[in-house]
């Protein structure tokens, strides 16, 4: 059975850091990509930040380059988002996903997890 546990998420005031971690079991992990996805209320899910399976690869949504950072550790199956200069508009929720394809769409992403809120105060 596979599962991603997010965890990290809460409330911070604008200009504040959080990092985000999401945990995997039950798949091969250095076979996926991973990616943050991102859903406020009302709004669609979009991509916040992708990494590839040997990390030689990162992509960010140009509304969060140079604040945040996505990172793996494939020895503990955990993928990361360091988020930095945290605005009001980032608040949302947080998904990570794991998916084969390299491709930046919701629905090439083939497991997910439950999500974790990120709310910035300003």
């Known amino acids: 059975q596979v599962q991603l546990v997010e965890s990290g998420g809460g409330l911070v005031p604008a200009g504040g850091s959080l990092t985000l971690s999401c945990v995997t079991s039950g798949l091969t992990f250095n076979a996926y990509h991973m990616a943050w996805f991102r859903q406020a209320p009302g709004k669609e899910r979009d991509i916040v930040a992708r990494i590839s399976r040997n990390d030689f690869s990162r992509n960010y949504a140009d509304s969060v380059k140079g604040r945040f950072t996505i990172s793996r550790d494939n020895a503990k199956n955990t993928v990361f988002l360091q988020m930095t200069s945290l605005k009001p508009e980032d608040t949302a929720v947080y998904y990570c996903?794991?998916?084969?394809?390299?491709?930046?769409?919701?629905?090439?992403?083939?497991?997910w997890g439950q999500g974790t809120q990120v709310t910035v105060s300003s």
């Open positions: 996903a794991a998916g084969q394809n390299w491709v930046a769409t919701v629905a090439q992403y083939k497991h």
